[in-house]
């Protein structure tokens, strides 16, 4: 989730997508060196995990959501090694020792589309008691959309890390505009799903390619917080020097009770992007 994303509900404003030379420019500006001078200074504890002195404990935060699996999509092998030794130079420089909770690597994920979560999840779905056919609503959703007819997954860059409000995630932009709309027109059909819509599902913002690789889960001083800085822009120009890609082939309904395991059923949809 980017920066418990799903956390914040939008009003009535109709939230439309980013143009492509405009998303790509503003995942840019969010990983450059001054942004992140920036946003660092902003971080707060994200309140998702708590450390008892010897270990992490997940706070409840339940709901649904369509994802893309990092390790279920094939080809991002190289991608989930990055990812994890992102993560080991974190634990090793950043400081307070367990100010930070890493994620893990079984829970990298893309969001494709946030359905519901936390007390909407349970205001429309888990108290209503819909869930059982939930799913396949899901499904029938995704045998609205367009088949695919392509058989190259969709390629997202890896353009750097950002510190967004309560986390550190890496960025991914797109080389080729027609994969960009893929992922736009999947939504679109998705969201425009009247009974879906009838359960408040709705865009609440507009696309951006991440995944999270961290939660900030103590407050920071100015020192810390220009430390943490510091070290994502050391990581980011390694990051810069190389090509590594996010390959997206397929996408599904996934559960999650917190924010650290995204579960799979039998009786999830999933939506393949390929032919």
Not at 46 to 57: K, P
Not at 190 to 213: N, Q, V, W
């Amino acid at each position: 989730m980017y920066a418990n994303e799903a956390k914040a509900a939008s009003n009535d404003t109709r939230v439309r997508e980013l143009a492509f030379h405009a998303y790509n420019q503003r995942q840019n500006s969010e990983v450059s060196a001054e942004r992140i001078m920036e946003t660092a200074t902003k971080v707060s504890p994200a309140g998702n995990f708590s450390f008892d002195g010897r270990n992490w404990l997940p706070n409840e935060y339940m709901g649904y959501a369509v994802v893309s699996m990092l390790d279920t999509n094939p080809g991002n092998e190289e991608l989930s090694k990055l990812l994890t030794e992102i993560q080991t130079s974190l634990v090793e420089n950043l400081q307070p020792v367990n100010g930070f909770y890493m994620l893990p690597k079984e829970s990298f994920h893309q969001t494709v589309a946030n359905t519901l979560s936390d007390n909407r999840f349970k205001a429309n779905i888990l108290n209503m008691g819909v869930e059982p056919g939930y799913p396949d609503m899901v499904n029938n959703a995704f045998n609205k959309i367009p088949a695919a007819r392509l058989q190259n997954p969709i390629k997202m860059r890896a353009a750097g890390l950002s510190v967004f409000g309560t986390a550190i995630g890496m960025l991914f932009t797109f080389d080729n505009e027609t994969d960009y709309n893929r992922i736009l027109r999947f939504r679109a059909s998705f969201y425009d799903d009247e009974k879906l819509a009838g359960l408040d599902i709705k865009m609440t913002r507009p696309f951006i390619g991440h995944i999270t690789l961290a939660y900030a889960e103590q407050k920071l001083n100015k020192n810390q917080k220009e430390h943490l800085a510091g070290i994502v822009n050391e990581i980011n120009e390694q990051i810069r020097s190389k090509r590594n890609y996010f390959l997206i082939s397929n996408t599904g309904l996934r559960r999650y009770e917190h924010l650290a395991e995204f579960c799979n059923a039998d009786n999830y949809p999933v939506y393949n992007f390929t032919v």
